[in-house]
């Protein structure tokens, strides 16, 4: 009866944190945030700096500062005053054409509640330049450039009074704008004589910062799961429903979009894989998907304020894109080739019509391959052909893509960690309670696999159907070899995009088309050379 009392009672907890809001920064947890207000005046131009950091970074920058990660309010201000004197040098202010230094006024740092109990770092400077008088009727030039966090993720404002910004100084982000955060970093402002000034924006959009930084909906779940992870192991009848919770997200975050699943079902329609098979494909996608998120963390907590997190995630694309573009090129190749020996026995065929000039005898002689006997006289006679020979080399599906690349594949699809259930692990590592933060990822993770599981036995079924149907045998025919192609395709896109997200100036849609070249020639230039062969 108790133990009822105390389940009911923690599934109350659970649905009031439910429909509580939520702490998590509103621009996701990878953020670092900054604002300049400027205001010119006769003499002197007054610099408002805002610096606004999500869970992460501020985990790391803390971190950083204290073993524990804590902070009191002297060990805040004395942070404060170190970080504002090594970021009001990259705060540059010119006056036609001359730098004009900023005399820092002062600064304050406090906290806020993040996700999970971590907390998110809020900091502000104030400075002021002094500026030339202005003789004549000539206006003067100033221009202002932020330096500060350059390609991090995040809200990057720059404002001259009188106008105006939409954040309250980074405090309240407007829903309609998370999705597309400004990306402003300079400024030039043209001041007449009379004082009035026109200001022209420079926005700064490049491949990192132009990335959506707003929190998905799985997301803001997992985040509230960090938040039931911070209330500790006091209450076992909450430990219980945590994990419960923790399976569910995972399940509803497995059908978000990533994880690799459109990879995953190609995967197994290619291999033809069986249940166990497919129960395997999934599992060894979650164990990268978990494994990424433990590697993270580890590096988060090695390198601290040396290491940005976000960085990591344009070369997971890439290194995905590339190994699986290999996967893909490989396997389209072993498509083309188990095509092959059709042509080459009905050459043999077709030669045998003919006398040759020269006499060529050959001995006969069996020979058996995996219980499969060849009998070969001198017209090279075969009880069945060379492509089921090559298919008996495949998985018990009669796979023609082997089952190890497959597993590849799928694991490089879904090998990037997942940024929530980086902040339960990082919440777990600032509570002092690592082993319950693992247990509850691999719950987390449990919930992943049995969706990715119950997606890969349903295309399994499928497919199985499609191939007991005679309307669909060109399907079945044709199908591995449209798989291929298509893992080849997705490789091939996500090293375009990886490009791009790292920087790249070349359009991703040229680097996706130069790797499906490559693909083409790697997948061909084997069965030409076999055609060149046999030719000659």
Same mark, same amino acid.
């Given at each position: 009866m108790i133990s009822r009392f105390r389940m009911g009672a923690a599934f109350s907890v659970w649905i009031c944190l439910a429909t509580a809001p939520l702490l998590a920064h509103p621009l996701g947890n990878f953020t670092i945030n900054h604002l300049t207000k400027i205001a010119i005046a006769h003499d002197r131009a007054n610099v408002h700096y805002v610096l606004d950091m999500a869970e992460i970074p501020t985990y790391q920058a803390m971190r950083a500062e204290t073993p524990d990660?804590?902070?009191?309010?002297?060990?805040?201000?004395?942070?404060?005053?170190?970080?504002?004197?090594?970021?009001?040098?990259?705060?540059?202010?010119?006056?036609?054409?001359?730098?004009?230094?900023?005399?820092?006024?002062?600064?304050?740092?406090h906290t806020n509640k993040g996700a999970g109990g971590l907390p998110t770092l809020y900091l502000t400077i104030d400075a002021h330049a002094g500026l030339p008088a202005i003789t004549g009727s000539r206006a003067r030039n100033v221009t202002y450039s932020d330096a500060t966090f350059a390609?991090? &993720?995040?809200?990057?404002?720059?404002?001259?009074?009188? /106008?105006? @910004? +939409?954040?309250?100084?980074? %405090? *309240?982000?407007?829903?309609?704008?998370i999705g597309s955060p400004r990306q402003t970093t300079s400024v030039a402002i043209a001041v007449a004589a009379n004082g009035t000034t026109a200001v022209t924006v420079t926005p700064t959009l490049t491949a990192e910062t132009s990335t959506n930084a707003g929190p998905a909906a799985s997301q803001l779940r997992?985040?509230?799961?960090?938040?039931?992870?911070?209330?500790?192991?006091?209450?076992?009848?909450?430990?219980?429903?945590?994990? &419960?919770?923790?399976?569910?997200?995972?399940?509803?975050? /497995?059908? @978000? +979009?990533?994880?690799?699943? %459109? *990879?995953?079902?190609?995967?197994?329609?290619?291999?033809?894989?069986?249940?166990?098979?497919?129960?395997?494909?999934?599992?060894?996608?979650?164990?990268?998907?978990?494994?990424?998120?433990?590697?993270?963390g580890v590096a988060i907590n090695?390198?601290?304020?040396?290491?940005?997190?976000?960085?990591?995630?344009?070369?997971?694309?890439?290194?995905?894109?590339?190994?699986?573009?290999?996967?893909?090129?490989?396997?389209?190749?072993?498509?083309?080739?188990?095509?092959?020996?059709l042509a080459h026995a009905h050459a043999h065929g077709h030669a045998a019509t003919h006398p040759h000039e020269h006499p060529h005898v050959h001995e006969a002689h069996d020979h058996s391959h995996g219980g499969h006997t060849h009998s070969h006289g001198p017209g090279h006679s075969h009880d069945h052909d060379d492509?089921?020979?090559?298919?008996?080399?495949?998985?018990?599906?009669?796979?023609p893509l082997t089952f190890g690349g497959t597993v590849w594949a799928a694991m490089s699809g879904g090998v990037a960690p997942c940024p929530a259930a980086l902040v339960v692990l990082l919440a777990a590592v600032a509570l002092d309670q690592v082993a319950y933060g693992i247990f509850v990822i691999v719950a987390f993770s449990f919930g992943l696999a049995a969706t990715l599981t119950g997606l890969g036995i349903a295309v399994v079924r499928g497919a199985s159907w499609l191939q007991n149907r005679p309307q669909f045998e060109r399907f079945v025919t044709y199908g591995p070899l449209v798989s291929a192609a298509v893992i080849s395709l997705i490789g091939a896109v996500m090293v375009g995009q990886?490009?791009?997200?790292?920087?790249?100036?070349?359009?991703?849609?040229?680097v996706s088309a130069i790797t499906i070249l490559a693909i083409a020639g790697y997948a061909f230039s084997h069965p030409f050379a076999h055609r060149t062969a046999e030719a000659a």
């Open positions: 990660g804590k902070m009191d309010a002297a060990q805040l201000a004395a942070y404060a005053a170190t970080e504002s004197a090594k970021l009001v040098p990259e705060l540059q202010l010119t006056v036609d054409g001359h730098t004009r230094p900023l005399t820092l006024d002062s600064t304050r740092a390609g991090r &993720l995040g809200w990057h404002d720059v404002v001259v009074a009188p /106008a105006t @910004e +939409p954040t309250r100084e980074l %405090t *309240l982000y407007p829903s309609a704008l997992s985040n509230q799961l960090s938040d039931m992870l911070a209330r500790g192991t006091s209450d076992w009848g909450f430990v219980v429903l945590t994990f &419960l919770v923790a399976i569910a997200l995972g399940a509803l975050h /497995a059908l @978000e +979009p990533g994880h690799g699943k %459109t *990879l995953l079902a190609i995967s197994l329609v290619g291999a033809r894989a069986t249940v166990k098979q497919a129960a395997i494909l999934a599992s060894a996608l979650t164990v990268a998907h978990t494994i990424g998120v433990l590697a993270l090695l390198f601290k304020g040396y290491f940005v997190p976000e960085t990591i995630y344009p070369w997971i694309t890439l290194v995905s894109g590339v190994v699986i573009a290999i996967i893909g090129a490989r396997a389209v190749q072993k498509q083309i080739l188990q095509r092959q020996p492509l089921e020979h090559a298919r008996a080399h495949a998985i018990p599906g009669k796979a990886g490009f791009a997200e790292r920087g790249m100036s070349t359009s991703p849609v040229v």
